[in-house]
Structures are given as C-alpha cells and as structure tokens.
C-alpha cells in the first residue's frame, strides 16, 4: 500500500512538472507570478548570494548598482515604469548573464539598446508585459546572447534586424498578437542562420485581426503565394478571411480572396485569377462579354463581381449557367443594358439560395408591353435581392410619359399602351365597334323575324330553304 501511495505521489509530482514546464517557466521564470512579498509601491529587493541571484518587485533600488558585481541573475517583476531603458537600468551590472522582466502589465518598450557594458548577458527573458515595440539594434552589442525569450507581450511587428546577433540561436514568440502580413515572410526562411530558423516556436505562432486564431506560419505562406500569383495580372490582390483554426496547414486552410481590377482600361475580363478569388472588382472598364463566367475554371470560385460602370449590352450568355445558379452578388449598374432574360434570373434566383445582391439600376431599360411586365415581377418578387430598385427605370426617351419613371411602379396601362399615338380610334376600338355593330344587327333580323312569323306564320326565308 505504501509503494503504491508513493507510487501515486511520483506520477503527481512528474505531472506538476511538466506541465509548469510546458508553459514555458523555469524556476527562475516563475518568481514574478507567485505571491508578490510586499503590498507598497517602493522597490523591494531579495538576494540569494549563493546564487548570484537578485529578485526586485516594483522596480529596482540604486544601491544595488554599487553592488552589482555580484549579481548574474536579474529578475525584475511588476516593472512600475512603461519604458524600460537598459543602459540606465543595468548600468553596473557587468557580470550580469541572465535578466528577466516579467508580471509587468505597465510596460510597454525598451527605449534604448542594450549596451556593451551587459555584453556578458546569455539570456533574456521579457514575459508577461505589454511590450510592443523595441529598437532595431535592442541586441546587437551582447555577442554571446543565445537565448530570447519574448512570449506572452504585446508585439504585432517584429524587425528581424534585432536578432542579428551571431550567438542568438533560441527565440521564443508566442501569445503576441502578430500581425500577418507579407513584411511577415521573414518566418519562412528556414536557411540555416536565418531568423525564422532560430523561432522555435514558429508553429504555435498565431496571427491576429484579421485572421485571428489562425497559424501564422500558414497564413503567411498564403499570402506569399497569393503575391506572386497577384503578378500575372494587372490587378490589386488581398486575403480577406481564412477559415480554420489550431494547427491547420495552408492545405487545410480555407482562403478567400479579394482581387480589384478596377480602372485598368481593361476591355476584357482577366484570363488568369489568383487561386480562390472569392471577390472580383472589374468597375470601371470596358468589358463587354461576360463569356469567360461560363467557360474559364478560374472564375469557378468568384462569388461576387462586381461590373458596374462598363459597356455591357447583354447578359444572355448566362442564361443557364452555373455561375448564375450560385453567384453571391452581381453588380451591373450603369452599363447599356436595356433588357435581359427574366425567364432565366427569375429560374436561377429561384433555386440560387447563396444569392444575395443584384444591382441594375442606371441601365437604359426598355419599357414595352413585351419585356417589361415579366421584368416588373421579377423586381417586386425579389426586394430583398434587388438592392437599388428605386434606380431601375425606363430609358430616357423626350416627348414620352413614362420616360426615366421607376419600372416597379409602371401601371399595365402606361406600359401597353403609347401616348404617341394620335389616331383618335385605335385599331382594336374599331374592332369593337364592328362587333357591336354586327351583334345589334342580328338581334334585329331576329327580333324582325319572330315578329313576322307570328303575323303571317311564314318562316324567315333562310330557315325556309334549309334542308
């Protein structure tokens, strides 16, 4: 019973171990996040001679300069000030080989490099603080750093320059909020010596806004591909959102991409798009042939395009297309449309649940009895599609009633029937009146025709000769 109790007690105590460990504190780490020993705001400090080992809460106290040949470790916990200055603060310390600022919510850069003085420093650790900014050259004068320890702070850049030190093999980055962006393709130069292959923790790195959560290894490999692809056209290109979380590799990441060709002059759409290009500006060209949504594989991902302002006369060519049975958004205001295939979007919006913005406003549209009527229910069926109903009207034509008049509020009356038109009885009004006419002439012979068969008793004479 005793060896299994003891038993027991050995796998707890191995557990605490490694897990203290797997969060990355050594003994000399963990100081700052224990019971701070003072509740004042004056610096207070402990030292262990025979551990050459300084502890310092709230800052640190001057007379310890005097004594600092002593010293070779240096924790500094809760740093009451937001700048921490290196050739001021460790002016002295010249046997110094370990510093550690940490638990220090106030601070947030280093103001100056470390100078030559501390040129004996082999490892630094600045943990637990809101540091987000350090100078360029903050290591460049400590030849035999080989350990840097920066987890847990507030940086979102960080300036490769700083780690040029030749003896720097071990650099630990993570819980900052890293920006992912191409000034980021320095972590994934994994030649020997570079900077990205002293990162040790390169793999837990996570990026923040806008793709928070997401490793920042692979998202930065995205966004390099993404660069080099962006070259082969004449276009903008952005990652807008990645979905996926933990330690998803770029296979395993879900992109969408954002490409503006805008006002390039462009009389054709692109060929070539980037690889998932979710979002597609063309505003402002000269495109005339929507083709290539049919038959280029390279807008199999575009979801949203955008076509505003070009030269486009006719969308018949999707009629029956896939892209049209699954787009998200198409916009096509201000360009020469003036009729479409109603039969067609009404069918594709019908069965497209992912559709959720179609503009046609600031279009010539035709306004005749045999177009618009079936366009009118298109537009008034779907409102919450149509997003700009109120600028679809009928094209600008002088001397007509329902010139530049919005479609959806067009009566069947002032569709069907012109104005223009100065006969004062209209073909169909003649119709009428012969109809009439012939109508009342038939109820006469009738009428004329009893009235003389029960006079005379003679049949009329057409029912006479019948056989």
């Known amino acids: 019973m005793t060896k299994m109790i003891a ?4 796998l707890i105590i191995l557990f605490c171990i490694c897990t203290h460990f797997s969060n990355g504190f050594t003994k000399d780490d963990d100081i700052c996040y224990g019971n ?14 025979n551990r ?8 640190l106290k001057d007379e310890w300069k005097a004594k600092s040949e002593n010293v070779q470790v240096l924790i500094l916990c809760e ?3 937001e700048t921490f200055d290196p050739q001021e603060v ?16 106030n601070l947030t850069r280093l103001s100056t490099a470390f100078s030559f003085e501390a040129q004996n420093l082999e490892k630094i650790n600045v943990t637990g603080t809101k540091l987000h900014t350090f100078p360029k ?40 909020p890293l920006r992912c962006t191409k000034d980021t393709a320095w972590i994934l130069d994994s030649s020997e010596g570079s900077t990205a292959s002293k990162v040790v923790d390169k793999d837990k790195l996570l990026c923040t806004t806008p793709y928070d959560g997401r490793p920042l290894v692979s998202v930065v490999e995205i966004i390099a591909t993404l660069e080099e692809e962006c070259k082969r056209t004449v276009c903008d290109c952005e990652l807008i959102y990645v979905v996926g979380a933990g330690t998803f590799t770029q296979k395993q ?65 999707l009629e029956g297309s896939d892209w049209l049975d699954r787009f998200r958004l198409l916009n096509l205001r201000g360009n020469k449309l003036t009729d479409l295939p109603t039969y067609a979007l009404e069918n594709a919006l019908l069965h497209n649940s992912n559709a959720a913005g179609l503009y046609l406003g600031n279009n010539s549209w035709t306004c005749d009895c045999h177009f618009t009527p079936s366009f009118q229910d298109l537009l008034i069926r779907h409102p919450s599609i149509v997003k700009d109903i ?43 009146i012969v109809l009439a006419s012939l109508i009342f002439l038939i109820l006469g012979k009738l009428l004329y025709d009893y009235w003389s068969f029960k006079k005379t008793g003679k049949l009329p004479w057409i029912v006479a000769k019948m056989p």
Request: charged share 20%; glycine share 4%; net charge neutral.
């Open 390 to 432: 109120n600028d679809i009207r009928c094209a600008f034509i002088s001397d007509n009633d329902i010139s530049n008049k919005q479609i959806r509020d067009l009566t069947r009356t002032e569709i069907c029937i012109s104005s223009n038109e100065d006969a004062w009885l209209h073909p169909l009004d003649i119709l009428n």
């Open 90 to 105: 460790l002016q002295g310390f010249t046997f110094l080989r370990k510093l550690i600022i940490a638990n220090s919510n």
């Open 52 to 59: 050459y080992r300084l502890v310092c809460f709230n800052g």
């Open 137 to 176: 050259d903050a290591f460049s004068n400590l030849p035999v750093l080989k350990y840097l320890d920066l987890r847990n702070n507030a940086l979102e850049e960080i300036n490769i320059t700083a780690f040029g030190t030749p003896a720097l093999n071990h650099i630990h980055l993570t819980g900052n």
């Open 253 to 317: 990441l879900i992109t969408f991409n954002s490409v503006n060709c805008s006002h390039r002059g462009l009389t054709e759409m692109p060929s070539f798009l980037p690889a998932n290009t979710t979002t597609l500006r063309l505003t402002g060209n000269k495109i005339k042939d929507l083709t290539p949504l049919t038959t280029n594989p390279t807008y199999k991902s575009v979801l949203d395009l955008y076509l505003n302002d070009n030269l486009m006369e006719s969308i018949v060519k």
């Open 36 to 49: 701070r020993p003072h509740i004042n705001d004056y610096p207070e400090c402990h030292f262990l001679k």
């Open 7 to 10: 038993q027991q007690i050995f």
């Open 79 to 81: 740093w009451p000030k």
